[in-house]
């Protein structure tokens, strides 16, 4: 946590211009940005019936191409 105080006569532009530069040399910014599209991790199983949905989906995609029944654009 960054935090500033505001010194004797100091104007707030100032204040503000010290602010900003502790927060770059912080760090904060640059960690909030890399969790920014941070995605939570699917375990195994999760993982593995969605790879199986998606494989009998592509089957069932295929059978339906191969029956005539699916255009398939390219």
Same mark, same amino acid.
């Given at each position: ?21 502790? $927060? +770059?040399?912080?760090?904060? %910014?640059? /960690? *909030?940005?890399?969790?920014?599209? =941070? ?6 199983? $999760? +993982?593995?019936?969605?790879? %199986?949905? /998606? *494989?009998?989906?592509?089957?069932? =995609? ?13």
């Amino acid at each position: 946590m960054v935090e500033v105080r505001r010194k004797e006569g100091e104007s707030t532009e100032s204040m503000v211009r010290r602010f900003t530069r502790k $927060v +770059q040399q912080s760090g904060v %910014l640059i /960690r *909030a940005r890399k969790n920014r599209y =941070r995605q939570k991790i699917k375990s195994k199983n $999760v +993982q593995r019936t969605n790879a %199986l949905k /998606r *494989a009998e989906m592509r089957e069932e =995609r295929e059978e339906l191409r191969r029956m005539g029944k699916l255009d398939v654009i390219r």
